[in-house]
Nanobody
Framework: QVQLVESGGGLVQPGGSLRLSCVAS????????MGWHRQAPGKQRELVAT?????????YYADSVKGRFTISRDNAKNTVYLEMNSLKPEDTAVYYC???????????WGQGTQVTVSS
């Protein structure tokens, strides 16, 4: 079992920034893939960004956030971050952290943190 706890959500004006954190109950250096997803009211959950646990730490971003969001990992703190800049109202959603411990294994989810972008 892997527990994931997100934090850092809140209310921000359009154009503003937030940094989300996801603390894992195990060493993130041992987790194969970690990611951030979001779910807006009335919509399906969508993938926002992922970071792969290889020497290259390959990252992936949805087109809607590319150039504005950055995913990173701090192995010493067992934490994955999502830095969000130039936020738009359409970024409003509950953001969830995910972890896949090994290739083909189950995905673990955090409880989510609300991000609201509004003036």
């Amino acid at each position: 079992q892997v527990q994931l706890v997100e934090s850092g959500g809140g209310l921000v004006q359009p154009g503003g920034s937030l940094r989300l954190s996801c603390v894992a109950s195990i060493r993130v250096s041992g987790i194969y893939l970690m990611g951030w997803h979001r779910q807006a009211p009335g919509k399906q959950r969508e993938l926002v960004a992922t970071i792969l646990n290889l020497s290259s730490e390959r990252t992936y971003y949805a087109d809607s956030v590319k150039g504005r969001f950055t995913i990173s990992r701090d192995n010493a703190k067992n934490t994955v971050y999502l830095e969000m800049n130039s936020l738009k109202p359409e970024d409003t959603a509950v953001y969830y952290c995910s972890a896949v411990v090994g290739l083909g294994q189950a995905t673990y989810w955090g409880q989510g943190t609300q991000v609201t972008v509004s003036s």
